[in-house]
């Protein structure tokens, strides 16, 4: 099993769509956890963290569930802007090695 | 959020030649520093570990002869890519660890613009 495991997607959704994403991690010890969102040929940009039993920002919803191991990324009223990839982090305490998923391709169209 | 800078951030080179990239934390300092190489399509693979003032450490299957990495200040490392040919071609990119402990701990990494190495 991977440590860190995405859906690569692509997820095609209309304007205004409410769409989610979930990342699953493999080492319970795992202390922190991140969203961040990479357009093409760019470098990844930090969208969210997820610290502790989950935030929310705007438009943007981010749960964590340790339980089975899961983060989710939930994005309401999809814009066209919001086309792009992304990208779980997920760090392992103590020696904090941050380790991404291949993440989600996101395709918002008209 | 913080802010890192890269340079250069498009090198194009002939193979042989060795290539030095920077990485530099804005407006904090970080102890901490990460180097990835990212190919077409594919996701971000982390190269090493740089710690300021003593010697990064490599993921498995990292030459470290090959991409030597310096980080002798809170606020700079560097990654030299030694005798590049054209499998070493590119997207490379930094990120620095920031830590803040006053009104609630954050350890967040923010990442450089990236550097695209393309060896001839």
């Known amino acids: 099993r991977k440590e860190v495991e995405q859906d690569p997607g692509p997820f095609n959704v209309p304007e205004g769509a409410t769409v989610a994403f979930n990342c699953t991690y493999s080492n319970s010890a795992s202390q922190s956890f991140f969203w961040y969102r990479q357009d093409c040929r760019k470098e990844p940009k930090l969208l969210m963290s997820?610290?502790?039993s989950g935030n929310e920002d705007g438009r943007f919803t981010a749960q964590l569930n340790r339980a089975s191991q899961y983060i989710s990324l939930l994005i309401r009223d999809s814009k066209l802007s919001d086309s792009a990839t992304y990208l779980c982090?997920?760090?392992?305490?103590?020696?904090?090695?941050?380790?991404f998923g291949r993440g989600t391709s996101l395709i918002v169209h008209p | 959020g913080a802010v890192v800078s890269q340079h250069p951030s498009r090198v194009i080179c002939k193979s042989g030649t060795s290539v030095k990239i920077e990485c530099r934390s804005l407006d904090f300092q970080a102890t901490t520093m990460f180097w990835y190489r990212q190919f077409p399509k594919q996701s971000l693979m982390l190269m090493a570990t740089s710690n300021e003032g003593s010697k990064a450490t490599y993921e498995q299957g990292v030459e470290k002869d090959k991409f030597l990495i310096n980080h002798a200040s809170l606020t700079l490392s560097t990654l030299t890519v030694t005798s590049a040919h054209p499998e070493d071609s590119s997207f490379y990119i930094c990120?620095?660890?920031?830590?803040?402990?006053?009104?609630?701990?954050?350890?967040?990494?923010?990442f450089g613009p990236g550097t695209r190495l393309t060896v001839l």
């Open positions: 990120s620095a660890r920031e830590t803040q402990g006053e009104g609630g701990f954050t350890d967040t990494q923010y």
């Open positions: 997820v610290y502790s």
């Open positions: 982090v997920v760090n392992k305490g103590g020696s904090y090695i941050p380790t």
